[in-house]
């Protein structure tokens, strides 16, 4: 058995992420300005652009991630100057490779998700100095579950200091409100408002340090769809507004049980111990009886984190399910794989298990460069189904779980896990240090 290869019954050739980007011609930004606008027609309210005067590409855009209007917006936003969006590998797929011909030829750059690229610097390289045109990239690599944002790699911060190129930054408010990530095939009556706001110029670039510009990258796609919404009064009236939330909202404040709460109309409520909240117009939620543990959505999102996290600070996390599974390793079609298993720990990191076309196979993603991983509720492209999505150099797995509403607490655990190892490192580090300053004071 390899680690990390899978036998195909035929010759499969992987998608190649090395080629050079397309510079798509200029006809192409109005077309897909045009199409933006068709698609988004009724669900824009305002867009406003700061500190962008006299701004020309070549620019690196960071844009906050909710929904997929956030590209037919930021497209809209860009015209008529051509842009490349560094894209998950998966949303090329689809026709056979057509649709990811057509996003070639609009510029688009392919990625894995949560992988090391060794081609992206080279193709952010032609997109930014050989092409002078604007980069798009998604730092946050994915939905976010709950109207906020998600964790921004450090690395991207090493990006821009090389390239020392503007940044710009855009912040799609109503996106998740309109289509919540764990309700997104229903849209409510939401209109966006979105900003594109330049952050950094190359003077700040070159006199700041890593951390400095990843502090303001943070802070500038900070974002909090609940707190918008009751800020500027969107009343959101569809009486199934809470359908779908317990995906996000898996543990019970009341009674603590896992994996036990379920959603109805306006209603969300644990069979455990039967304690029901009400999501209120303003996308508040008021328990029916008794105390009201939670009344912001993002804080009680924030409490399951910490209750994670605490089980892998204490050595009590551990997670395994049986699967069904399938791999993408190029974009023409998903080859179902059949059953497997996934175990989640700090120890071994993800691991994926499972015999195929005669031969067992192991797929492993140690938790050091794993930084944070793709979960789905309702996964579009194939049955609908949760699922973990686990990506490697060559081939990207989907794993549908059968376990009840797991893979936020999975998501949760990776980042924790990960955040706990580098903290771990960094104290090492100083450790050394100390000592060996302690051994030259001796000397001295």
């Not at 029916?288 to 994670?308: A, C, L, M, Q, R």
Request: positive net charge; glycine residues 4%.
């Amino acid at each position: 058995m390899e680690l990390n290869k899978i036998k195909y019954k035929r010759h499969i050739k992987p998608f190649d992420t090395s080629k050079k980007p397309i510079r798509s011609w200029k006809i192409l930004s109005w077309v897909a300005m045009v199409v933006s606008k068709i698609l988004t027609r009724g669900k824009i309210g305002k867009l406003e652009k700061i500190n962008m005067e006299g701004l020309k590409p070549p620019y690196i855009l960071l844009s906050n991630h909710q929904t997929f209007t956030d590209f037919e917006i930021n497209a809209i936003l860009t015209y008529p100057e051509k842009f490349h969006s560094i894209a998950t590998f998966e949303g090329h797929y689809g026709f056979y490779g057509i649709r990811a011909y057509l996003m070639e030829k609009v510029g688009c750059i392919p990625k894995r998700k949560f992988t090391t690229d060794p081609h992206l610097v080279s193709s952010c390289n032609t997109v930014l100095n050989e092409y002078g045109d604007i980069l798009s990239i998604y730092p946050e690599a994915r939905y976010t579950d709950i109207g906020t944002t998600s964790p921004i790699s450090d690395s991207y911060a090493q990006l821009i200091k090389k390239f020392n190129k503007p940044v710009v930054a855009v912040v799609h408010r109503g996106n998740y409100l309109r289509a919540p990530f764990w309700n997104w095939q229903r849209e409510r009556k939401v209109k966006t408002y979105t900003t594109m706001k330049k952050i950094l110029d190359p003077e700040d670039i070159e006199r700041m340090s890593c951390e400095e510009i990843i502090a303001v990258v943070r802070r500038e796609l900070w974002h909090d769809e609940h707190q918008w919404q009751k800020d500027n009064n969107i009343i959101i009236d569809e009486p199934w507004r809470a359908e779908g939330l317990h995906k996000a909202l898996y543990q019970c404040p009341h009674c603590l049980a896992e994996h036990r709460m379920l959603s109805k109309g306006n209603k969300l409520w644990c069979v455990s111990c039967g304690k029901e909240w009400e999501m209120t117009e303003l996308g508040e939620l008021r328990a029916t009886s008794g105390k009201t543990e939670f009344s912001h959505i993002p804080d009680w999102y924030n409490w399951e984190k910490e209750n994670v996290r605490r089980e892998v600070e204490e050595g009590r996390y551990y997670f395994e399910d049986d699967v069904d599974v399938y791999a993408l390793p190029n974009v023409k079609k998903f080859i179902k794989l059949g059953k497997g298993k996934l175990t989640h720990s700090l120890e071994n990191g993800i691991t994926l298990e499972g015999h195929y076309n005669g031969e067992d196979y192991k797929i492993v993603r140690p938790s050091r460069g794993l930084y944070s991983i793709h979960t789905e509720y309702n996964y579009c492209f194939l049955k609908h189904d949760p699922c973990i999505q686990i990506s490697i150099a060559d081939n990207t797995f989907i794993c549908n779980t059968h376990k009840k509403d797991v893979v936020t607490k999975v998501y949760f655990a990776v980042v924790a896990i990960h955040e706990k190892l580098m903290r771990e490192r960094a104290e090492n580090k100083q450790k050394k240090l100390d000592a060996e300053k302690q051994k030259d004071d001796k000397k001295e």
